[in-house]
């Protein structure tokens, strides 16, 4: 039973960022599952959320009208696009879920990281200028 991160690698800066969160052993589709990252000497900070609706949350300003979240349910993946991609994006991506299954996304990033019962492995990103 396991997350999986995949579409990482290197972006050029202006491009687009395409990342996809599968899981192996149970279904995504049953769990609110949000997508995080992490700078070097940085804290992991939520990106966005996507519930079990298809109602989606957004926690980082700087990524406000540059990023999508959707659920692929043919591909039983959480995606997450990041357009415009600047060197700032630049991070180890996680993604994750909220427990209990169908518990929807909170509406604070604090309040997120306390309801996160299992992570992917991270999938490193690099931004070139």
């Known amino acids: 039973v396991r997350l999986v991160e995949s579409g990482g690698g290197l972006v050029q800066a202006g491009g687009s960022l395409r990342l996809a969160c599968a899981a192996e052993g149970f279904n995504l589709d049953d769990y609110a599952t949000g997508w995080f990252r992490q700078k070097p000497g940085k804290e992991r900070e939520a990106v966005s959320c996507m519930s079990t609706t298809d109602f989606s949350t957004e926690y ?13 349910y043919a591909k039983k993946t959480v995606n997450l696009n990041i357009e415009n991609v600047k060197p700032e994006d630049a991070a180890v991506y996680y993604c994750a879920t909220v427990m209990p299954r169908g518990r929807p996304c909170p509406s604070q990033e604090s309040q997120l990281l306390q309801v996160i019962g299992r992570w992917g492995q991270g999938i490193q990103v690099t931004v070139s200028s």
């Open 60 to 72: 980082v300003d700087s990524v406000k009208g540059r990023v999508t979240i959707s659920r692929d």
